[in-house]
C-alpha cells in the first residue's frame, strides 16, 4: 500500500499550538506520539533588539529591519475588525501592537475593517475587479483565493519569494511542510499565506466533556465504555446531582456542530477517528455512510428517548442550562471553554468543574482500542498580495516578517515586554499580573496583540495563560490522542467546481439526517438507512470522495517532495 508520508512527516514536527473559534469536520490523521509545543521564539532578546540586530543574522545580505524608510510606503490592508469591545485596528492612534510593527517594519498601513459581515464586503470588492486594497484577507477559503487567482486579481506571491527577500517563510515551509501544503497552488504557485491555526490545535481542541463535580458527588468513577457512559447519564438524569430536589438536570448538552455534533461518539462503533471524514492507508473515506454508524446512531436515539440528551437540536440554551447548573456535560466543547463554562455553573455550585471524558471502548468492537480525537481545521482563508499594489516586493517581506518570524510571533501573541509579559535571565517569558488576572485573550486583545490579521497561530501563548489549569491538564494528557483532520487544499478549477457544487446540499442533507435519526422524525430502520446511503450516492458523494482523495494524495506528495 502507498506509504502514508502526509501523516509520517506532520508526526515529524513540533507542534505549537493557538486560539480560534471551531470549525466544520474534515480529518488529517497522524501521530500517535505527545507531540511538544515550542515557541519559535529562540533567545530572551526584546523585541525591537531582537528585530534590529539578530532577527537578520540568518538571512542573506541585504535582509534588515525597516524594509524601507520609515513612512515612505504605506499599504492598505481589508481585513477582519480587531475582537475587542473597544479597540480598533483602524482608530486614529492605532494599537501598540500594530504600532510597533509599523516602527519596526518601516511599513505604514491603513487599515480597512469592516465593523461587519466581512465576507460581503470583500466579495463585493472583489467583484468590482479595480481599486483593490494592496492586501487583503481573501474570505472562503481555498475556493475563494482560487476564484480571485483565476479571475487575475491576485499577485503570486512566489513571483517575491526567495530564501533571500522571505527568509522566514523558507525556514517555516522547510521545518513544517504542511504549510507549503496548504499553500501551493496547482501551478506550483505561492498566491497567499493560509490563516493558520495548525500550531496551536494541540492545546485548544473540542471534545466531549463531563461533569467530574457531579462524578464525585454521586461516588462515580469516570466512564470507559459506552455503556458505563450511558449509565453516568442515567444518575445524572435521576439521581439530582445539583443537589436543587428537582429532576431538572441535562445529563448532555450541545456546543459546536450543535446536536449533530453527536457524530463524534462514533469512536465507540468501530471508527478509528472522531471526524466525519477519515483515511486509511491513505484511502480516504466519509464515516457517515458507512454501517458502523447505523449503530452509533441507534445508541443516540435509544439515549434521546430515554430524556439523556438535551431535547433541543441547537446549543443558544447551553450557556442558560450552564448558569442554572443544570448540565451534566457537553458535546464538542474546546478546551479553553472548560472553563468559562464552569464558572457559569458556580454561579449555584462552586466546586462545578467539567472535563473530557476518555474516547470510549465498546466490547461490541473489540479491535477498535485506540480511537482519536480530530483537531479542528487547521488553515482558512488567505492573505494576498492584490494586483493593485504598486509595491509588491515589499509587501511580500512584510507578510514574510509578520507571518513567520520569531520576534513578530513575540510582539503579536505576548505584546509589549514590560507590559504584558517580562522575560527572565533565563530567556523565559511570563505573562504580568495585567495579563493573567483578567481575561488574557482579551487584555492582549486590548492592545492588538492575538491578532486576527496575518494570523500564524502558537500554543505556547495559550500555555502560559493557561499554566495550572485544566487547559494545561488536558494537552498534557490528550495530546497523544490528537490527529489533524483530511486537508482541504487549493484545489484545480475542476476540483473546485465538483465540490462547490456538490458538498453544501450533501453536507447539509447529512447534518439535518442524522438529527433526524436521532430524535426519531425520520425512522431508523434498515430500509430507512439504505435510503440515507442511496440518496447520499445520487446526491454526488463518490465524486466528493475522489476530490478529497486528490487533495489528500497531492498534499502527500507536496510534503514527501519538500522534506
Known amino acids: 500500500m502507498k506509504k502514508n508520508k502526509v501523516l509520517a512527516i506532520i508526526l515529524s514536527v513540533s507542534l ?35 528585530a534590529s540586530t539578530e532577527e537578520a543574522s540568518d538571512a542573506a545580505d541585504g535582509y534588515s529591519l525597516p524594509f524601507c524608510e520609515p513612512g515612505s510606503v504605506s499599504f492598505s490592508f481589508l481585513t477582519y475588525q480587531n475582537w475587542h ?29 469592516p465593523t461587519s459581515d466581512y465576507n460581503t464586503v470583500a466579495q463585493t470588492r472583489l467583484a468590482a475587479g479595480t481599486g483593490l486594497p494592496d492586501i487583503m484577507r481573501i474570505p472562503n477559503g481555498t475556493t475563494g483565493l482560487m476564484n ?8 503570486p506571491l512566489s513571483d517575491y519569494m526567495s530564501p533571500e527577500t522571505t527568509p522566514y517563510l523558507y525556514k517555516l515551509m522547510d521545518k513544517q511542510p504542511i504549510y507549503r501544503a496548504y499553500m501551493q497552488a496547482p501551478d506550483g504557485k505561492i498566491y497567499g499565506v493560509a490563516h493558520s491555526e495548525y500550531n496551536v490545535n494541540n492545546v485548544v481542541f473540542m471534545w466531549n466533556t ?27 438524569r435521576d439521581q439530582d446531582p445539583n443537589g436543587n430536589g428537582e429532576k431538572d438536570e441535562i445529563p448532555l448538552i450541545y456546543q459546536n456542530e450543535d446536536m449533530f455534533g453527536l457524530y463524534s461518539f462514533k469512536t465507540a462503533f468501530g ?54 447548573d443544570r448540565a451534566g456535560g457537553r458535546v464538542l466543547s474546546s478546551s ?25 471502548y465498546n466490547p461490541d468492537y473489540p479491535e477498535n482500542t485506540d480511537p482519536y480525537i480530530n483537531k479542528r481545521n487547521e488553515f482558512n482563508d488567505y492573505f494576498v498580495i492584490t494586483a493593485d499594489c504598486k509595491n509588491p516586493e515589499i509587501a511580500a517581506k512584510w507578510l514574510d516578517w509578520v507571518y513567520a518570524s520569531e520576534d513578530s510571533v513575540t510582539l503579536r501573541y505576548w505584546g509589549i515586554e514590560g507590559d504584558t509579559y517580562t522575560v527572565d535571565e533565563n530567556g523565559n517569558k511570563e505573562y504580568t499580573k495585567k495579563v493573567t488576572d483578567g481575561s488574557p485573550i482579551d487584555v492582549l486583545r486590548e492592545i492588538g496583540g492575538f491578532p486576527n490579521f496575518v494570523g500564524n497561530e502558537y500554543g505556547e501563548p495559550i500555555l502560559a495563560m493557561y499554566k495550572d489549569t485544566y487547559v494545561e491538564e488536558a494537552y498534557k494528557t490528550f495530546s497523544d490522542r ?3 483532520r ?19 446540499d450533501i453536507d447539509t442533507y447529512v447534518r439535518e439526517n442524522v438529527v433526524n435519526f436521532i430524535i426519531g422524525t425520520r425512522p431508523l430502520t434498515d430500509a430507512e438507512w439504505e435510503n440515507y446511503k442511496k440518496d447520499l450516492t445520487n446526491m454526488g458523494i463518490e465524486d466528493v470522495i475522489a476530490v478529497k482523495q486528490s487533495w489528500y494524495d497531492r498534499a502527500d506528495e507536496i510534503m514527501g517532495t519538500n522534506n
Not at 505549537?16 to 511538544?36: I, R
Not at 445508541?299 to 440528551?309: M, V
Open 16 to 50: 505549537l499550538p493557538a486560539m480560534l473559534a471551531g470549525c466544520m469536520p474534515g480529518s488529517m490523521q497522524e501521530n500517535k506520539e505527545s507531540a511538544p509545543v515550542e515557541s519559535p521564539a529562540s533567545d530572551s532578546q526584546s523585541v525591537s533588539e531582537a
Open 85 to 113: 469591545a473597544s479597540s480598533f485596528y483602524d482608530s486614529t492612534d492605532g494599537l501598540p501592537v500594530e504600532n510597533k510593527l509599523e516602527e519596526l517594519t518601516g511599513v505604514h498601513i491603513d487599515w480597512e475593517c
Open 148 to 155: 480571485a487567482v483565476n479571475q487575475g486579481l491576485i499577485l
Open 210 to 236: 463531563i461533569r467530574k463535580d457531579w462524578l464525585d458527588k454521586l461516588n462515580l468513577k469516570m466512564p470507559e465504555t459506552i455503556d458505563e457512559y450511558h449509565d453516568v447519564l442515567v444518575a445524572f
Open 271 to 324: 471508527f478509528k477517528y472522531s471526524d466525519i471524514w477519515s483515511q486509511t492507508d491513505g484511502k480516504v473515506a466519509f464515516d457517515l455512510m458507512d454501517d458502523k454508524f447505523f449503530d452509533c446512531l441507534t445508541t443516540l436515539h435509544q439515549w434521546y428517548e430515554e430524556g439523556l440528551l438535551q431535547q433541543t437540536i441547537t446549543s443558544s440554551e447551553g450557556s442558560t442550562y450552564l448558569s442554572q
Open 336 to 360: 479553553d471553554n472548560l472553563i468559562s463554562d464552569a464558572n457559569l455553573s458556580k454561579a449555584i455550585e462552586p466546586d462545578a468543574e467539567f472535563v473530557f471524558i476518555n474516547p470510549l
Open 482 to 484: 490528537l490527529e489533524s
Open 486 to 504: 483530511l486537508p482541504i487544499i487549493l484545489g484545480t478549477e475542476e476540483e473546485n467546481e465538483t465540490y462547490s457544487k456538490l458538498w453544501p
